[in-house]
T-cell receptor
């Protein structure tokens, strides 16, 4: 089954404790991206990757890191989480860029205390 | 500064009637627009898209209209069904194959009443 998976689905952590949210897709997609969803703001793009070893900032990259060492995986790293990073996070992938249909993961609900 | 705006946070419609969801954008460089639907506890799923070279695109019960001069697009659902109850996001991009960023609106919660 074609899908984007994220882990964990739910996470409660404390300020400053490094964490990683994993994202994996099995569709051989070139493009992957991370978004955060906040009330009244919709989805905002954090980082994206056009291909392996190629990543770039989206609209809200502060406090986040990403890496793309393999085509299928695109982890999101929070080196020192803060309460303003409490949000719902989605990973997405597509064949080529954002003008093609993106497939989204189920989301990760992160709470930073 | 939100470049893509959905000014109606919520909309309620009777089953069988038409649902019209609206979206406005400010960046005239956008030339590709998409609608995504989101159910609770799930990721968004692609619904329909339209390129700026068209003013209408249909897919079954779903039709998207684009008015470039007004920088406005709308999604029509006819007839509306209870299973259509979800949050609908419009999004804007560029049609280039190397388009990298997608800008979303804040979403509209559609409730279809049986």
């Amino acid at each position: 089954e074609a899908q984007v998976t994220q882990n964990p689905r739910y996470l409660i952590t404390v300020t400053g404790k490094k964490l990683t949210v994993t994202c994996s897709q099995n569709m051989n997609h070139e493009y992957m991206s991370w978004y955060r969803q906040d009330p009244g703001l919709g989805l905002r793009q954090i980082y994206y990757s056009m291909n392996v070893e190629v990543t770039d900032k989206g609209d809200v990259p502060e406090g986040y890191k990403v890496s793309r060492k393999e085509k299928r995986n695109f982890p999101l790293i929070l080196e020192s989480p803060s309460p303003n990073q409490t949000s719902l996070y989605f990973c997405a992938s597509s064949y080529s860029g954002t003008a093609t249909r993106q497939f989204f993961g189920p989301g990760t609900r992160l709470t930073v205390l | 500064d939100q470049q893509v705006k959905q000014n109606s946070p919520s909309l309620s419609v009777q089953e069988g009637r038409i649902s019209i969801l609206n979206c406005d954008y400010t960046n005239s460089m956008f030339d590709y627009f998409l609608w995504y639907k989101k159910y609770p506890a799930e990721g968004p799923t692609f619904l329909i898209s339209i390129s700026s070279i068209k003013d209408k695109n249909e897919d079954g019960r779903f039709t998207v209209f684009l008015n470039k001069s007004a920088k406005h697009l709308s999604l029509h659902i006819v007839p509306s069904q209870p299973g259509d109850s979800a949050v609908y996001f419009c999004a804007a991009s560029f049609s280039s194959g190397s388009a990298r960023q997608l800008t979303f609106g804040s979403g509209t919660q559609l409730t279809v009443l049986p």
